[in-house]
């Protein structure tokens, strides 16, 4: 499996920077009551950092809302994932449990204040994924969405051979969503300018240790170009 960045993205954001991996052999457990002990570790160590006013102007935070604003995505409605779980936490605020991947995955987006993409591989069309903007009037049915939304043609977004899985860095799509049948997972670390690769090979480490911790696997490479 590969990914290509498009010409026009990479030109109009050339600071973007992406990571990926996959991450085969999953054991996908619906809890993990040693989860439940790090989720506190987590939440603790992120209020030792922030509150909801400070929140805002950490770096992480400012960059994505900069770059959702410049992609047609109002970051007031619609927060930078890492930046709502966070503030989700500092609102005391309990997390959503899904199973223990999305959960592992969702601890180490908090700690590392870096927004990241999963996708079931065995559920991804074709071998190539494209991060290209979107087409006017193309259409996206993301996890926890009411409804298909059609999109503008600023987005960026994430596509496979049999169309859209992600709108980047934002929501992933209910198609390729991670259940606990999934044995394989393409994770997507996610970069905008500001967002460097040092904060996304850490988040890459922080993420492969919990979901490894709480899901087994073993971890395979995956170029982006």
Request: hydrophobic share 45%.
């Amino acid at each position: 499996m590969r990914i290509i960045i498009d010409k026009k993205v990479a030109g109009d954001f050339p600071e973007l920077r992406v990571l990926a991996t996959l991450m085969e052999d999953l054991r996908v457990k619906p809890e993990d009551p040693a989860l439940e002990s790090l989720k506190i570790e987590v939440i603790n160590e992120v209020k030792s950092k922030y509150n909801v006013e400070s929140l805002k102007d950490a770096p992480s935070v400012r960059a994505y809302r900069d770059f959702f604003w410049k992609i047609g995505l109002d970051s007031t409605k619609s927060r930078p994932a890492a930046e709502a779980l966070i503030r989700r936490v500092l609102l005391g605020k309990t997390l959503p449990k899904i199973n223990a991947f999305v959960d592992s995955l969702n601890l180490a987006s908090i700690k590392s204040e870096v927004a990241i993409g999963s996708f079931d591989a065995d559920k991804i069309a074709g071998n190539t994924i494209s991060i290209r903007y979107a087409g006017i009037g193309e259409k996206f049915y993301g996890i926890g969405m009411s409804k298909i939304i059609v999109l503008g043609g600023s987005e960026i977004v994430l596509s496979d051979d049999a169309g859209l899985i992600a709108i980047y860095p934002h929501r992933d799509s209910e198609r390729t969503k991670i259940t606990e049948e999934t044995k394989s997972a393409l994770l997507l670390f996610c970069g905008v300018p500001g967002v460097n690769l040092d904060m996304l090979n850490k988040a890459m480490n922080i993420a492969v240790n919990f979901i490894g911790r709480f899901c087994g696997g073993r971890v395979l490479p995956v170029g982006v170009e």
